[in-house]
């Protein structure tokens, strides 16, 4: 593929992943992806011959290991899971907080949607859900815990994350990553 066709692609990941993460997948349209993208028409389904959700799915699949790398390189730095899911819960309310509220955990708003409904959209939320789990999981094994033990943790850690995300949504406000700060210290033993 041309240097332009990947740029333009790489145009409509992006415009799909902001608009999807704001507006939801219903709440997403086509024609709106296309005019933010500044693509063409054709180019969506050049690039896409599946659509709307091989569209959507290539965006979730970005955004969850933009994520990913976070995390690690988070963890890289942190001293103790205790300061990982605080660098977490910092950089993602840092990034919710700079879009007005308006965006938070870029695959909630999707798997809310569409999980029971669509099955390949749904599978990969879990896979990116699961890589993230991995991910903290991974952490709390260096930091001692067995490996059994270390992924129930990174899933009640996650779905604390995740759960005050939408809450800080919700609300505008960080208290709720405030709180979930406090309880992430507790059930981790510090």
Request: one cysteine or more; glycine letters at 8%.
């Amino acid at each position: 593929m041309a240097v332009k066709g990947d740029q333009t692609r790489a145009r409509l990941i992006d415009a799909a992943r902001s608009l999807v993460e704001t507006r939801g997948y219903f709440g997403t349209g086509l024609n709106e992806v296309i005019q933010a993208g500044k693509a063409p028409r054709g180019s969506l389904y050049h690039h896409f011959p599946g659509g709307k959700d091989q569209l959507i799915a290539e965006a979730l699949a970005v955004s969850g290991e933009e994520i990913d790398t976070l995390v690690r390189s988070l963890a890289d730095d942190a001293p103790s899971a205790t300061d990982l899911i605080e660098a977490v819960l910092d950089a993602l309310a840092d990034r919710m907080e700079e879009a007005g509220y308006a965006k938070g955990c870029p695959i909630a708003t999707v798997a809310l949607e569409v999980a029971a409904t669509n099955d390949p959209l749904q599978k990969v939320c879990a896979e990116v859900y699961e890589a993230w789990q991995r991910a903290l999981a991974d952490r709390l094994v260096v930091d001692g815990h067995a490996p059994d033990h270390a992924d129930d943790l990174a899933c009640s850690l996650l779905a604390l994350i995740e759960g005050a995300l939408v809450l800080a949504r919700a609300s505008r406000s960080r208290v709720p990553i405030e709180r979930a700060r406090r309880s992430a210290a507790v059930l981790l033993g510090a």
